[in-house]
């Protein structure tokens, strides 16, 4: 009859031989030795993948795996691999969080993850743990758990992206812009801006519904091609009139008999770029074109040889002139 002792041991040896690839006889396991064996693995290859493992001191680890697996004599042997150092301390650190009711998944679940983008990156797109899809504009940061847990999805955004939600009405989507403002959904596909310098949130709403709140409490339905605004402890709704809104997304521009005042604004929001009339009557031109993901220069080029006019560039900005 085994021993506790030598049962333990005998544990020991298998996960150890498991975790370094050994050619374990898993079949013959009872079936819940298999499945820990299995759920043991996914936690080694997470800590080994990861930083941390550097963290680890084998040596004081052994020390406190040694007796444990002890029956007269020791599993160290001279010319031990490292490999299984770094197993025995795993194990003890698994060991150690099962003891105290905690799991690798766990923590794994809820850490943050976040992306950013620069100045010169905009258009990203990254994909969230329920299949949701997000682009981030320039200068934006986007951060949510490693999963959703619980009964909401909650993201957090500075700066703006544009959402296409995946639908659960019983998992209402999130996302949190600075103290201002909360936008809540539970499947549709919107943008939401947030200034931190202006201190100010706007959501355009393109598919279903969307519910802008203050911290205060006060709430805002939003239905599609509407634009809400939080700022200033105050709700504005008012109904989108710029059908070019969400060109930094799209690439597509679309003008019909529109002022140069209202293009311009346009091009400096999709493309990141400042441009000036030296002239304000040049403001005044009218233009009927569509761009779809042209370079900004070819933009500028056409508009300079439609108007019979110049233009001088610096770095990103353009200032247009007469001839």
Known sequence: ???????????????????????VDTENLPSTESAENEKLARYWKAIGTGHRM?????????EKVQPVT?????LRK???PMLILKIAAALLILAALG?????????????????ATSGDEFNREVILPDGTRAWLYRNSRLSWPHAFRGGIRNVNLNGEAFFEVTPDRDKPFIV?????????????????????????????VETGSVILSLPSGESLALDPGYIGVASDEKLIKSLNENRN?????????VYEDAPLSNLLPDLEKTYGIGITAEDP???????????????????????????NIRYVKDGDNYRLMRK
């Not at 003891?99 to 992306?115: C, D, K, M, S």
């Not at 809104?245 to 521009?253: H, N, P």
């Open 245 to 253: 809104y969400m060109a930094w997304k799209t690439g597509l521009l």
């Open 1 to 23: 009859m085994m021993t506790g002792k030598k049962h333990k041991e005998e544990r020991w040896n298998k996960m150890a031989a498991f975790l370094s690839g050994e050619d």
């Open 78 to 80: 001279a010319g031990t």
């Open 54 to 62: 550097r963290l680890i001191d084998t040596g004081k680890a052994w």
């Open 70 to 74: 002890e029956t007269g004599h020791t």
């Open 281 to 307: 009557s040049i403001l005044d031109y009218r233009i009927t074109t569509t761009f779809d993901h042209d370079p900004a220069e070819t933009i500028v080029n056409v508009i300079c040889i439609t108007f």
């Open 99 to 115: 003891t105290a009711g905690l799991y690798l998944p766990e923590i794994f679940q809820n850490r943050q993850v976040t992306v």
């Open 176 to 204: 949190k812009a600075g103290k201002e403002a909360t936008v809540r959904v539970t499947g549709t596909s919107f943008n939401v801006a947030y200034s931190e310098k202006a201190e100010k949130v706007e959501v355009y």
